[in-house]
């Protein structure tokens, strides 16, 4: 089992960036693909990128190519998600996730853990 702790939302301007960082639990981080989902209020869990176990694959959404960029220090035990040119509409609470067998996936039912999530609140 591997436990996910979120970090690095908060209030930002439209246009502004932030870096959220996801940190797991154990010793078996690299043989987790990671996702990060989003969701904004009234609304369901969108995917927004993912990673495979070792880095060398990763996929977007397609409301976040060339804004956002997913990557992972298997040394550290953490995923991050580099989040540029922010806009309102990517306001939502932004989770993690770790898929135990396979290739990362964009399904959240793919994903076997998650974080509790961290807010992101783009103002306009």
């Known amino acids: 089992q591997v436990q996910l702790v979120e970090s690095g939302g908060g209030l930002v301007q439209a246009g502004g960036s932030l870096r959220l960082s996801c940190a797991a639990s154990g010793r078996t981080f690299s043989s987790y693909a990671m996702g990060w989902f989003r969701q904004a209020p009234g609304k369901g869990r969108d995917f927004v990128a993912a990673i495979s176990r070792i880095g060398s694959s990763t996929y977007y959404a397609e409301f976040v190519k060339g804004r956002f960029t997913i990557s992972r220090d298997n040394a550290k035990n953490t995923v991050y998600l580099q989040m540029n040119s922010l806009k309102p509409e990517d306001t939502a609470v932004y989770y993690c996730?770790?898929?135990?067998?396979?290739?990362?996936?964009?399904?959240?039912?793919?994903?076997?853990?998650w974080g509790r999530g961290t807010q992101v609140t783009v103002s306009s």
């Open positions: 996730a770790a898929r135990k067998i396979g290739a990362a996936r964009t399904g959240p039912d793919d994903y076997n853990y």
